[in-house]
């Protein structure tokens, strides 16, 4: 069982950053992710990071501009977004699976535990 709670989501201008941190309370080794979803939208993957942390994966969207990390001391997960853009807009979600394998995935229905969501938003 792993149960998530982001925060630091908030209203930020285009160009801007802002970090949003996923709190995991388990006693499994677990691989993260963050997916995000638009009014209207799918939900939609942003980025894995394995359960040593040794191995990401972002979105093409994303990548170069967004970083997921990870603190398994304080079972923390981060996702660090730069040059913020107005179709960044969305809530984000913390995923997660328990794992003993370096792995990840980018697929919605592979994660079993799931956070509440936390909203960015992206303005001119």
């Known amino acids: 069982q792993v149960q998530l709670v982001e925060s630091g989501g908030g209203l930020v201008q285009a160009g801007g950053s802002l970090r949003l941190s996923c709190s995991a309370r388990?006693?499994?080794?677990?691989?993260m992710a963050w997916f995000r979803q638009a009014p209207g939208k799918e939900r939609e993957f942003v980025a894995a990071?394995?359960?040593?942390?040794?191995?990401?994966s972002y979105a093409d969207s994303v990548k170069g501009r967004f970083t997921i990390s990870r603190d398994n001391v304080k079972s923390t997960g981060y996702l660090e977004m730069s040059r913020l853009k107005l179709e960044d807009t969305a809530v984000y979600y913390c995923?997660?699976?328990?794992?003993?394998?370096?792995?990840?995935?980018?697929?919605?229905?592979?994660?079993?535990?799931w956070g509440q969501g936390t909203q960015v938003t992206v303005s001119s």
């Open positions: 388990t006693s499994s080794t677990y691989t």
């Open positions: 990071i394995s359960w040593s942390g040794r191995t990401t």
């Open positions: 995923a997660a699976t328990s794992t003993t394998i370096e792995t990840y995935s980018s697929t919605y229905g592979w994660y079993n535990y």
